[in-house]
């Protein structure tokens, strides 16, 4: 039985791994590891095709540790209880290394089964996870794991690993050439955005199901390529990292006035599918980083979400991105947000005296008599509809809250409320 080419073509050795020179680099943190033969507890997490499950076998085979392997996806206790047994015969001795895959489908109950011979040095566990530890993965677990963050694999890296598939797949044919034309390969490579077992699983898929020509040759060329590929991968978790990773980069891109990569962010949220998502953050954009420099940019962001759903994707995608140019490119103020979080702070931590007896409510029989809205100053009935009286309660009387930002529609505001207490003067 033939193996699949992913594989076939992992590396045995730290050296043959592509990519993650930051920490497999000479002199890096595992490149130190491996060579020292001292494994402690590890956490590797990153996006799928990166190289998590290789580097763990290839630690796995410098221990003399007894070794086990697990996929958390259909693993239980049961499984984490026969590793246990052995740990008190010939066989777990040296103690054991277990490489735990997907960890994160493991319950709160399965890791803690580990706790205990983690602690004491009996179990060394090596376990990846596609999915933000910090999220995933119980506190007691990550105290005792030393963590490794894989980035997504550049075209470099990839090429170099498929052209050594190529040799391997080679190998199987006699009397047959492979060949590979013109920009085939790139464009497989851009096909799988950064994930090396989709790229592998591309070529051999491309390479197998290409009949042998007249001149015993199997041509795989561009057109191939994408009809075996069918489409572009996109790597994107709505309950993991990459759904609030591209929330966050919309927001701040945004925020940073970059129509550009706004747009960029907002065509990776419509490709996943993200409507919602999409429409509350353009919401709460409007109001946290617009605000008062132009208040009329809720109002237009409202009618385009509204828009929006009403369309449905793909339609969506056209009021979606005149929001998102216009919140780009409008002025920007946090005034809204720095007051509102000001103050419930002061709450959380002042004494909140009561409420100043003139400005509670006197519309009912008997307030009088409570001297509820008693001594209350009637706006309107004054000059510009405006009067100086104590709104806050007394031990808050000298906050202040709502500093005006620094655009055309905020310095209205501000000369605004400057000329109403100069009259008073």
Request: hydrophobic share 40%; aromatic share 8%; with cysteine.
């Amino acid at each position: 039985m033939r193996k699949p080419l992913a594989d076939r073509i992992r590396p045995l050795e730290i050296e043959e791994v592509v990519g993650q020179e930051h920490i497999l680099g000479k002199g890096k943190i595992l490149d130190r590891i491996v060579k020292s033969n001292i494994i402690p507890n590890m956490i590797f997490y990153g996006p799928p095709g990166t190289g998590k499950t290789t580097v763990a076998n290839i630690i796995a085979k410098q221990t003399k540790k007894r070794f086990y392997k697990l996929n958390a996806t259909n693993a239980s206790v049961k499984d984490i209880k026969v590793i246990i047994d052995e740990l008190n015969t010939f066989m777990g001795c040296n103690g054991v290394l277990l490489y735990l895959d997907e960890i994160q489908n493991f319950n709160k109950k399965q890791q803690q089964s580990l706790l205990e011979f983690m602690e004491n040095g009996s179990i060394t566990l090596i376990a990846s996870t596609t999915e933000n530890p910090y999220f995933y993965i119980y506190n007691a677990i990550l105290s005792r794991s030393s963590i490794f963050e894989f980035k997504m694999l550049e075209e470099k890296h990839i090429k170099k690993a498929m052209e050594r598939a190529v040799k391997i797949i080679q190998n199987d044919f006699e009397n047959i050439n492979i060949e590979i034309k013109n920009n085939a390969l790139e464009v497989l490579i851009d096909l799988c955005n950064g994930d090396m077992r989709k790229a592998l699983n591309f070529l051999e898929l491309s390479v197998y199901s290409t009949p042998v020509n007249k001149d015993n040759t199997i041509v795989v060329d561009i057109e191939i390529v994408k009809e075996c590929a069918q489409k572009k991968v996109f790597n994107f978790d709505k309950d993991g990292d990459n759904h609030y990773d591209c929330l966050s980069a919309f927001q701040k891109s945004i925020r940073g006035s970059d129509a550009d990569a706004s747009i960029h962010y907002l065509a990776r949220l419509i490709k996943a599918g993200e409507l919602q998502s999409i429409c509350r953050r353009l919401m709460v954009i409007a109001a946290e980083d617009i605000g008062l420099a132009y208040p009329n940019a809720i109002t237009i962001v409202k009618s385009c979400v509204d828009v929006a759903f009403q369309l449905g994707l793909p339609e969506a995608r056209i009021p979606l991105a005149e929001a998102t140019i216009l919140l780009a490119t409008s002025p920007k103020s946090n005034s809204a947000i720095l007051a509102i979080d000001q103050a419930l702070t002061d709450l959380d931590n002042e004494k909140v005296e009561d409420i100043p007896s003139y400005l509670k409510d006197g519309h009912y029989e008997g307030a009088n008599k409570l001297n509820r809205a008693v001594g209350y100053k009637f706006p309107h009935n004054y000059e510009n509809n405006y009067v100086r009286q104590q709104y806050l309660p007394e031990n808050f009387k000298n906050k202040s809250y709502y500093k005006p930002g620094k655009n055309k529609f905020e310095n209205a505001i501000k000369l605004f409320l400057e000329m109403l207490k100069n009259n008073q003067k």
